[in-house]
């Protein structure tokens, strides 16, 4: 039986800092392309879908384009890991009487729920960030310079609330998908595992299998909410009169299809991100244990 390393907490955080930036290079092009897609007013639609919105931002604005509003995410990559693996240990521990015992799937949901209610204190003004630069060249106007620009005048003009806005939706969206995230991932890596070995044991290709499969089921739970949230964020000032009524707004414009609006972009970012951050994370550990082997 392969002995279990044990890896120090320090080298794990850095090496998923490494995997969450490979996640976001390789997934923010179509994280663009979802956003916009969300945000088209259907009577003016400009884009057919995922290809045509592609090619157009690749055009006009050349590769730069894809990559914009990535800053604020960036800069969320380590706190948000950090909240989430401490809030996820924190979920687990607060159900076990003690640290060996293995945890039913209710409780794995619970404690990624617990995970997604946390790092919301991240992910709302880093939403709001990203999605207001994803689209604002659509309108050939450049309101904001970058991600600091926008979070300043954000401020500037209406205080934290202007900051938070769109926190409640973030929050509907990010709490049950990230708790059915972890439970798929853990359960599919279960599951893949053969009879008689251990779960750390489980092939590459099989844990790209399971975080990818995690990651559609995460979305497909997401993306209502996340429709919403897109527009309720992007949106003027003073436009929606408060969250029902984007829900109203919405379904009265488009029908019920319109909260799957990104679908497609989403289903197609889903495993080379997964990979990527796969890869980064094992790569960035390997380097970590070479460069220092005794930390
Ligand atoms: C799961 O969905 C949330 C949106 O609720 C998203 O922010 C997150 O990146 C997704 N995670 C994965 C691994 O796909």
Known sequence: MKQEAKVSPLKNFVAGGVGGTCLLLVGHPLD???????????????????????????VRQGIAGLYRGMGAPLACVAPMMAISFLSFGLGKRLQQSDPETTLSHSQIFLSGCLAGTFTTVVVAPGERIKCLLQVQSRSGESRYAGPLDCAFKLYKDRGIHGVYRGTVLTLIRDVPSTGLYFLTYEYLKGALTPVGQSVSQLSTPNILLAGGAAGILNWTVALPPDVLKSNFQTA?????????DVLRTLLREEGPKGLYKGFSAVLLRAFPANAACFLGFEVALKALDMAAPRW
């Open 32 to 58: 663009t392309v979802k956003v916009i897609l969300q945000t088209q007013p259907r009577a003016s639609a400009l884009y057919s879908g995922v290809y045509d919105c592609f090619c157009h931002i690749v």
């Open 236 to 244: 003027a000032d003073g436009r929606y009169g408060g969250l029902w």
